[in-house]
């Protein structure tokens, strides 16, 4: 089964039955969100050094 998140990645789970291909999803939006948090962060940051 393949999806897309907001950020047009397509994300490839393999159905489990241990629901491992939701928790691999769940991990992927995490750390995407991460990710965005960080950079966004970056720019205030950046933005306050001048």
């Known amino acids: 089964m393949a999806s897309s998140n907001s950020g047009g990645i397509p994300i490839k789970a ?8 939701q928790s691999t999803a769940d991990m992927t939006a995490f750390v995407q ?12 940051c950046s933005a306050l050094r001048v």
Do not use: H, K
Request: proline share 0%; charged share 20%.
């Open 14 to 21: 393999e159905q489990d039955s241990d629901g491992s291909a």
């Open 33 to 44: 969100n991460l990710l965005v948090q960080m950079v966004r962060l970056s720019f205030v």
